[in-house]
Nanobody, 123 residues
Framework: VQLQASGGGLVQPGGSLRLSCVASGRTFNNNGMGWFRQAPGKEREFVSAISWNSASTLYADSVKGRFTIARDNAKNTVYLQMNSLRPGDTANYYC?????????????????WGQGTQVTVSS
């Protein structure tokens, strides 16, 4: 089972990126999915989560209104559209599959983790 995150890169402040996370080895169509991030020297923090049917989404206050999570179960893929990026968004971004059908802010609720994709926001 693998979660492959991609789409990171270097972007200027105010720019946009779209992260993707593709599941292989099994489907997570009945599981909530989440994105977390970790900056150097900081603890991993919750970014966003989505329920199995996309009916429910969660966002950290720091990204609300700027980031949008979505999923395409037919493609076993979850996305994170990031707009109006700030230097404080610089981190390694991880996708994860929850043990339940809905997303959660708590990392302990996730059983599978991807390897991360680096996002750097700098001029």
């Amino acid at each position: 089972v693998q979660l492959q995150a991609s789409g990171g890169g270097l972007v200027q402040p105010g720019g946009s990126l779209r992260l993707s996370c593709v599941a292989s080895g099994r489907t997570f169509n009945n599981n909530g999915m989440g994105w977390f991030r970790q900056a150097p020297g900081k603890e991993r923090e919750f970014v966003s989560a989505i329920s199995w049917n996309s009916a429910s989404t969660l966002y950290a206050d720091s990204v609300k209104g700027r980031f949008t999570i979505a999923r395409d179960n037919a493609k076993n893929t979850v996305y994170l559209q990031m707009n109006s990026l700030r230097p404080g968004d610089t981190a390694n971004y991880y996708c994860a599959a929850a043990r339940r059908a809905w997303g959660s802010r708590g990392a302990s609720e996730y059983t599978y983790w991807g390897q991360g994709t680096q996002v750097t926001v700098s001029s």
